[in-house]
């Protein structure tokens, strides 16, 4: 039994979504700890969860009225909400009765609620009349989406956290859960004390603290992991490591993926790859004789011009080897933001429609115009977020909505979207903080309801659905994103967004759910209140929810089967490195970090580890350039520069540089910003940037 002043919540940063204890004590204080029934975490916490309780009251950077602008000469200016609501729905309107619903969108982010999510894509969707809502889940988990749907039919991850102490093999790849998914490998690490017997191969061109755990580290070449999952899938099928009956009742295209596997040998694969043959017959053994293997990944996989074919091989591995649908076994994607998943339920992208219908696809279309009673919905995707911010700096979008993301600091290429968002009639940003760079572009400025200071639901990266509670009043005139994007919406005369609270619009996305295959109309606020979270699908009101998917072999695509996939490009299509730009750049998380440091950037103790941004350089590539541990040095490309201290090691490799990707705005300039230099090449299908690979030149400062 809880006390009367702790309240139960999920945390607020990455995916992994560990349960919260949050005590409020006589004065108003808040403290934190991890909650020790919560199925996920089990009591524990990460660096960033346990100082959670700061984030929540320092309120120095907090963002307390609206604030306007009538033009680009004028100051910005402290407004009423009246007026705020006002005066962007008369832009709006304006911008759209000139050039179309389609000069307008909505940027958003894998950080906001459920509810905040399903409304915004109603508004934009099926009252404004365009695609064009998109969300930083775009540079997350877009290209894992899309190998979900081409694998197993839908957006579905197989399994759940509790099949980790049932695994016996885990390949991750192009993840580094040691810093960025830190419970979700602590448990993996306590499961191999436990069990010596289990192995674990991490497959990233940096040794990086995960490693520390891992009998196999292939250190590939950037770039190059459907040459090693293809020739893992060569070596399984060669050996007849495989489940040759699942293949035969439960898949489809295994033709395809052979083929695609046998057009190298498996001497070949490694010298592309830059690793020993060995070492890949190493790691199919270890994957062909597992009685359960589970394959994670992350941004590695999903931040690449190839990201879905990096995705479908890896996802063959699964299939080849008949681990999906039962205990311990499966792929998993570590999901990087905390409602990412949630987020694609309500279909919150340019591409997606809600509860997992097809945009292209009339009858989905149909049946949601008849349920919002809205405008006829567009078959053809929106822009998604690089298109957006292209299409700002082309004139072809006037104007743009941003919330909870502060894309200054996280898109690629970045000093193309300061340009963008310089030219736009109107850019909105509704935030909590100050500290977001976004907020210097914008003309109207919403001030929002933080972690704590609203209610709703997220889901994490096991599919598994929570409410967060509100527990203290958020300061000044802020409010919860929800009120906010309702009250827009009846300013601009929509009908259908007359709602009293959250949980009526939590109601309507599981009503919405129902008969799908992520029916979820047997949940409601109320329910997960009284009986904590679900794992989805929950069909009905004593439905106790679904850890694990595909237990009876019957897969979400139309013929029930899991499918098969040739990646569509084996080899790399990332800006080429050259003469002038000979070194490859990859940029990630570090530990005691989040996104771009409107909130950690406010810990003190979370500066400890890691204070300022930093390069890290082979030894070899650092003597080329004369360079020492702790030397400035400045890192070009051919969109510009970044000047950052060096870390000097021989945990990368050679001809491959790391660049963290929290950091904008440091000392007044952007000298420690990573996206200045990356790239905004996307994966053609999947959309999602390119982060992990661009081609730059590091000198002496
Ligand atoms: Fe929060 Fe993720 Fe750390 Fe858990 S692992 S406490 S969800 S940041």
Known sequence: MLKKNVHKTICSYCGVGCGILVEKDAKGVISVEGDPDYPVNKGMLCSKGKNLNYVAQDLSDRILYPEMRWSRNHPMQRVSWDTAIDRAAAVFKSIIEKHGPDSVGFYVSGQCLTEEYYLVNKLTKGFIGTNNIDTNSRLCMSSAVVGYK???????????????????????????????????????????????????????????????????????????????????????????????????????????????????????????????????????????????????????????????????????????????????????????????????????????????????????????????????????????????????????????????????????????????????????????????????????????????????????????????????????????????????????????????????????????????????????????IKEGSFQWPVPHNTHKGTPRLFSDRRFFTNDHKSHFNAPHKIYNQSEKTSPEFPLILTTGRVRDQWHTRTKTGKVKRLLTHIPEPYLEINKVDAYLRQLKDGDVAIIKSIRGQVQVKVKVNFDIRERVVFLPMHWGKVLNNDFGRANNITNDLVDPVSKEPDFKYCAVEVVKY
């Open 150 to 528: 081409k694998t197993v039919g839908e957006d579905a991850v197989p399994i759940s956290y509790d099949d980790i102490e049932l695994s016996d093999c885990f390949l991750i790849a192009g993840a580094n859960p040691a810093w960025c998914h830190p419970i979700l490998f602590r448990r993996i690490e306590m499961h191999k004390e436990k069990n010596p017997n289990v192995k674990i191969i991490v497959v990233d061109p940096r040794k990086t603290q995960t490693c520390a755990s891992a009998d196999l580290h292939l250190q590939i070449l950037p770039g190059t992991d459907v040459i090693l999952f293809n020739a893992i899938a060569r070596w399984l099928i060669e050996k007849k490591k495989i489940d040759k009956s699942f293949i035969k009742k439960h898949t489809a295209n295994f033709d395809a993926c052979k083929e695609s596997a046998f057009q190298l040998s498996i001497r070949q694969a490694a010298d592309l790859c830059g690793i020993s043959a060995d070492d890949i017959r190493k790691a199919a053994q270890y994957i062909g004789n597992a009685k359960a293997f589970i394959s994670m990944w992350t941004m590695g996989l999903n931040q690449s011009v190839i990201g879905v074919s990096k995705n479908v091989s890896l996802m063959n591995l699964s299939l080849l080897t008949g681990q999906i649908g039962k205990p311990g076994a499966g792929p998993f994607s570590l999901t990087g933001q905390p409602n990412a998943m949630g987020g694609r339920e309500v279909g919150g992208m340019a591409s997606l429609l809600a509860a997992h219908r097809d945009l292209g696809n009339p009858h989905h279309r149909k049946e949601i115009e008849e349920f919002w009673g809205g405008k006829p919905i567009k078959s053809e995707p929106g822009l998604t977020a690089t298109e957006m911010f292209d299409a700002l700096d082309s004139g072809k979008l006037k104007a743009i909505w941003v919330i909870c993301t502060n894309p200054i600091v996280s898109m690629p290429n970045a000093h193309k979207v300061e340009k963008a968002l310089e030219k736009a009639s109107f850019v909105v940003v509704q935030d909590i903080s100050h500290n977001s760079e976004t907020t210097k572009y914008a003309d109207l400025v919403l001030p929002a309801a933080g972690w704590l200071e609203k209610d709703g639901t997220m889901t994490n990266s096991e599919r598994r659905i929570s409410y967060l509670p509100k527990v203290i009043d958020a300061p000044g005139e802020a409010l919860p994103d929800a009120e906010i994007l309702w009250k827009f919406a009846q300013k601009m005369g929509f009908t259908g967004f007359g709602y009293n609270n959250v949980s009526e619009v939590y109601d309507e996305h599981c009503l919405l759910t129902k008969g799908t295959e992520i029916d979820i109309s047997g949940l409601s606020h109320q329910r997960l």
